[in-house]
C-alpha cells in the first residue's frame, strides 16, 4: 500500500507525491488507520546526503539497446525529481523509496575519481566511451558543491580517454575549460535533456530542473565553445509533450546542436504507479487519454522491457511520433553529425596521479 497524499497536501518542488513500496522489504510504513495516529505523518521535503564507499565505478551496459558500452554513475538519486526517471527503480537497492526517497535521499560516491583513475590503469582496458551519468544526472545539485563531476572530468582530461555526457542542468557550463580541453582531441559528446518548453509542464514534470530557454542557452554556448553537443528529446509522452518535437528540434538547432536523439515514455516497476498518481492529481482531465495511449506503445502495459520495443515503442501512436521526429530531425538537422570519437589518444599508464 502506497503512503498517500490529500489532495490538498500536494508538495511542490517535487516529482513524486507518494513513497512506494520497496519490494525487496518485507516491512512497510504505511497509514492504513489514520484515525489511530497521535500525530500527523509528514512526507520529508528535505534532501538527505548519504556517502558510500564504492569498490567499482565503472558498469558495462549490455542492453542492445545502448551503444555506449561502459557508464559511470557518481550519485544514486536525483534531487531534479523528473517523474518519468526511468532510474527511479534502482534506489531500491539501496532500501530506499522509488518515489520520493529517489528525489529526497542521495547516496554520493565520493571515491569515483580515484576509482575511474584505477579502472583506467588496467593494463587490459582498450580504449571505450564511457558514458557519464548513464543512470541519475551527474550535474544534479549536489554537484555544485562537492565537485565529484569536475573531478571525473580531470581524470578523463589526464588519460586522454572519451567520455560521453548528458544532463539537464546548466551546472555543466562551469566545467567549459575542461570539456573544451577534452574537445580539442575528439574525446567528448554531450547532449542536453530538453523534454518540453512549455514551462507550466517543466515545473509539474521536473520540477527541480532549470528552464527549457536556459537548456537552449546552454547548448548555444557549448556550441560555440567548440565542444560537440547534441540534443535528446526524450521521453515523448503522447498527450503530453509529443506535439512538441518539431519546436524543440527547431530551436536546438538554432542554437548550435550537431545531433538529435528521442526516446519513449516506459514506466517500469515502481514508477508506473508514481507516474499514475502525478498524472491523475496534475492531469485529470486527460488521464485515460494519456495513460492508454502510453499501454498502446507498449503491448497492452505501461511496464515494457522487450528490447527494441521498450525505448522505441510500437504501433499506432508510436509510428506517429517516430514519424514526427524523423521529418523534423531531417528538416532541422540535415547534414549536422557528432564528430566520431578519437580512441587513439587514450595514455596507457605511465601518468602520475592525480590521487
Known amino acids: 500500500m502506497e503512503e498517500a497524499l490529500k489532495d490538498d497536501e500536494y508538495i511542490k518542488g517535487r516529482g513524486a507525491q507518494i513513497k512506494t513500496a520497496n519490494r525487496f522489504l518485507k516491512q512497510e510504513y504505511v497509514a492504513q488507520h489514520i484515525e489511530g495516529i497521535d500525530e500527523q505523518m509528514e512526507l520529508s521535503q528535505r534532501t538527505q546526503i548519504f556517502y558510500e564507499q564504492s569498490k567499482k565505478i565503472v558498469n558495462k551496459i549490455t542492453s542492445p539497446d545502448l551503444s555506449m558500452m561502459y557508464s559511470l554513475n557518481p550519485y544514486q538519486g536525483c534531487e531534479h525529481g523528473c517523474i518519468y526517471c526511468y532510474a527511479r527503480n534502482s534506489h531500491e537497492y539501496w532500501g530506499f523509496s522509488a518515489g520520493l526517497d529517489f528525489e529526497s535521499k542521495i547516496i554520493v560516491k565520493k571515491n569515483a575519481p580515484s576509482l575511474l583513475e584505477k579502472f583506467l590503469l588496467h593494463p587490459d582496458w582498450q580504449a571505450t566511451p564511457i558514458s557519464l551519468s548513464g543512470n541519475t544526472d551527474?550535474?544534479?545539485?549536489?554537484?555544485?558543491?562537492?565537485?565529484?563531476?569536475?573531478?571525473?572530468?580531470?581524470?578523463?582530461?589526464?588519460?586522454?580517454?572519451?567520455?560521453?555526457?548528458?544532463?539537464?542542468?546548466?551546472?555543466?557550463?562551469?566545467?567549459?575549460?575542461?570539456?573544451?580541453?577534452?574537445?580539442?582531441?575528439?574525446?567528448?559528446h554531450i547532449y542536453i535533456s530538453i523534454t518540453t518548453l512549455n514551462e507550466d509542464l517543466r515545473r509539474l514534470m521536473e520540477p527541480r530542473t532549470v528552464s527549457g530557454k536556459k537548456r537552449l542557452q546552454v547548448i548555444e554556448q557549448l556550441a560555440k565553445a567548440n565542444i560537440p553537443v547534441g540534443?535528446?528529446?526524450?521521453?515523448?509522452?503522447?498527450?503530453?509533450?509529443?506535439?512538441?518535437?518539431?519546436?524543440?528540434?527547431?530551436?536546438?538547432?538554432?542554437?548550435?546542436?550537431?545531433?538529435?536523439?528521442?526516446?519513449?515514455?516506459?514506466?517500469?516497476?515502481?514508477?508506473?504507479?508514481?507516474?499514475?498518481?502525478?498524472?491523475?492529481?496534475?492531469?485529470?482531465?486527460?488521464?485515460?487519454?494519456?495513460?492508454?495511449?502510453?499501454?498502446?506503445?507498449?503491448?497492452?502495459?505501461?511496464?515494457?522491457?522487450?528490447?527494441?520495443?521498450?525505448?522505441?515503442?510500437?504501433?499506432?501512436?508510436?509510428?506517429?511520433?517516430?514519424?514526427?521526429?524523423?521529418?523534423?530531425?531531417?528538416?532541422?538537422?540535415?547534414?549536422?553529425?557528432?564528430?566520431?570519437?578519437?580512441?587513439?589518444?587514450?595514455?596507457?599508464?605511465?601518468?602520475?596521479s592525480l590521487f
Open 231 to 352: 540534443i535528446m528529446n526524450a521521453p515523448i509522452i503522447p498527450g503530453l509533450n509529443q506535439e512538441e518535437i518539431p519546436t524543440i528540434l527547431r530551436a536546438a538547432a538554432d542554437h548550435g546542436a550537431s545531433a538529435a536523439g528521442m526516446t519513449v515514455v516506459r514506466l517500469n516497476g515502481s514508477i508506473g504507479k508514481i507516474f499514475e498518481d502525478w498524472l491523475r492529481k496534475n492531469f485529470p482531465d486527460r488521464f485515460d487519454k494519456v495513460w492508454n495511449q502510453i499501454c498502446d506503445m507498449h503491448g497492452g502495459q505501461v511496464n515494457d522491457s522487450q528490447f527494441g520495443r521498450r525505448m522505441g515503442g510500437e504501433g499506432v501512436y508510436a509510428d506517429m511520433i517516430h514519424q514526427l521526429f524523423r521529418n523534423s530531425k531531417r528538416k532541422y538537422f540535415s547534414e549536422r553529425t557528432m564528430p566520431a570519437y578519437n580512441l587513439t589518444a587514450f595514455r596507457r599508464r605511465g601518468n602520475l
Open 138 to 188: 551527474c550535474y544534479q545539485p549536489i554537484e555544485r558543491t562537492l565537485e565529484i563531476t569536475r573531478k571525473l572530468l580531470k581524470v578523463f582530461g589526464q588519460y586522454r580517454h572519451p567520455v560521453g555526457m548528458i544532463t539537464k542542468n546548466a551546472l555543466v557550463l562551469r566545467d567549459i575549460d575542461l570539456l573544451q580541453d577534452l574537445a580539442k582531441d575528439n574525446l567528448v
